[in-house]
Each structure stands twice: as structure tokens, then as C-alpha cells.
């Protein structure tokens, strides 16, 4: 039975200035990603299996239509593969952050918990994915949690091979060992603060039909 450790947060010698570089060493091999794909699918998750990076970001500007809202968190994997960029800057969709970068959280709180918890397209990646399929999202504040969880109209996320896992006691070993100390050194070089791990969410299947694709991209991307 998975033990799954009490939230935690990180003590302050745990971090460093800057976000730490993680080996992909463990990058997972072609047929493992296959394998996972598969599972997903018998799952009700849409998935598909690209080369690269740069695969990925096509797969991704060809599901979301021009004009689409479209909400994504401080994803590295979306960083990385140029996509917030192109979401925000391009002016082609009505990209949430942007609106919420201009409204005020004390008088327009609800207001932005609305639009964060349920956009038409949620853009995102997740912390493990086990090899049997299951997706695996950590939070602090759990703003993505809702949206993953059904609150998006549609929900397209993108993993890296290095995130898959064999069971989901390695899954949460990997929240411990890899993200969390990441994202931890990320918010204290640019906020000066701390994260910890308060919520988490495990994604093994979809029932509403056509809602969920998961891009599994056979290259590393992302932390």
C-alpha cells in the first residue's frame, strides 16, 4: 500500500538561490512510453506519443483554436517549449493570465477564482506519471487542481519521458526529490518565499469523453 507523506514544507537550507538543474538520466525508453499512452487511453484519456519538444508545441497550437481562453500556470514544461510565449504575446487567444494580471485580488477575488478553476482549455504538465497511467499534480495554493480536476472545458497536458515512474510510491518520491525542491528554489529567486506541498491530485482516467489528451513527449522537457 502507498504511503503518501503529510504535507511539508521546505526548509529554508533545503533551497538555493536559483532553481537547480535535475539529471534526465532516468529518461523513460520508447516502449515504456508507449505502454503508458496505452494504459491511458483504456482509461478514457485521450494520448499521443511525439519526438520532441518541438512536436509537442505543435500538437498543442493544433488543439486550441484561435481566439480560444486558454489558462496555463508557471508550467516549466510550457516555458520551455516557447508556449507561454506564444499565448501570451501572440495576441491570437484570450489568454486568462493576462486578464488577471490586471485585476485586483482584494476587490476581485472571486471574480479570479472563477476564471483560474474553469477556462475552456487548460494548458499544464504535471510532476510524475506512473507507468500504469496515472498523472500525478502537486500544488500549494491548488489553483491548478480545480481546473485539472473537471474544471476545464478541456484539459491538454505535456510530459516529459523523465517523468514517468514505475508505481505511484515512486511518483510521490519524485514530488519530494525533484519538483518540489525546484519549484521551492524558483518561488525564493523570484518571490522569496517558500512552497510546500499542501495538495495533490491523482489523475486516473477521464469520463467525459474527448476532454483530457495527454502528450507524452519522448525527449526530456520540462523539470
Known amino acids: 500500500m502507498t504511503t503518501i507523506a503529510a504535507p511539508a514544507t521546505i526548509a529554508p537550507e533545503a533551497s538555493a538561490a536559483t532553481p537547480p538543474a535535475f539529471p534526465n538520466a532516468s529518461t523513460a525508453g520508447a516502449d515504456v512510453l508507449d505502454r ?3 494504459a491511458m487511453r483504456s482509461h478514457g484519456i485521450e494520448a499521443i506519443v511525439v519526438d520532441t519538444g518541438a512536436d509537442a508545441r505543435d500538437a498543442v497550437l493544433s488543439m486550441v483554436p484561435e481566439g480560444a481562453e486558454v489558462h496555463s500556470g508557471k508550467s516549466k514544461t ?3 517549449l516557447g508556449l507561454f510565449d506564444i499565448f501570451m504575446e501572440s495576441g491570437r487567444y484570450d489568454y486568462i493570465r493576462q486578464r488577471l ?3 485586483d485580488r482584494k476587490t476581485q477575488g472571486r471574480e479570479m477564482r472563477k476564471l483560474g478553476a474553469a ?3 487548460e494548458l ?3 510532476a510524475a506519471v506512473t507507468e500504469d ?3 500525478v499534480v502537486a500544488s500549494a495554493s491548488g489553483n491548478n487542481i480545480a481546473a485539472y480536476g473537471g474544471g476545464a472545458g478541456k484539459l491538454i497536458l505535456v510530459v516529459g519521458s523523465q517523468k514517468v515512474v514505475p508505481t505511484l ?4 518520491a519524485r514530488l519530494h526529490e525533484t519538483s518540489i525542491p525546484y519549484e521551492d528554489a524558483r518561488l525564493m529567486a523570484q518571490m522569496g518565499v517558500h512552497t510546500q506541498l499542501a495538495k495533490m491530485l491523482v489523475i486516473y482516467g477521464e469520463m467525459v469523453p474527448n ?3 495527454a502528450i507524452l513527449v519522448r525527449e526530456p522537457v520540462g523539470v
Open 78 to 80: 510550457i516555458e520551455e
Open 101 to 103: 494580471f490586471k485585476m
Open 211 to 213: 476532454r483530457m489528451t
Open 133 to 135: 497511467g496515472a498523472l
Open 36 to 38: 503508458v499512452a496505452e
Open 124 to 126: 499544464g504538465s504535471v
Open 169 to 172: 510510491e515512486d511518483a510521490i
Open 119 to 121: 477556462p475552456d482549455y
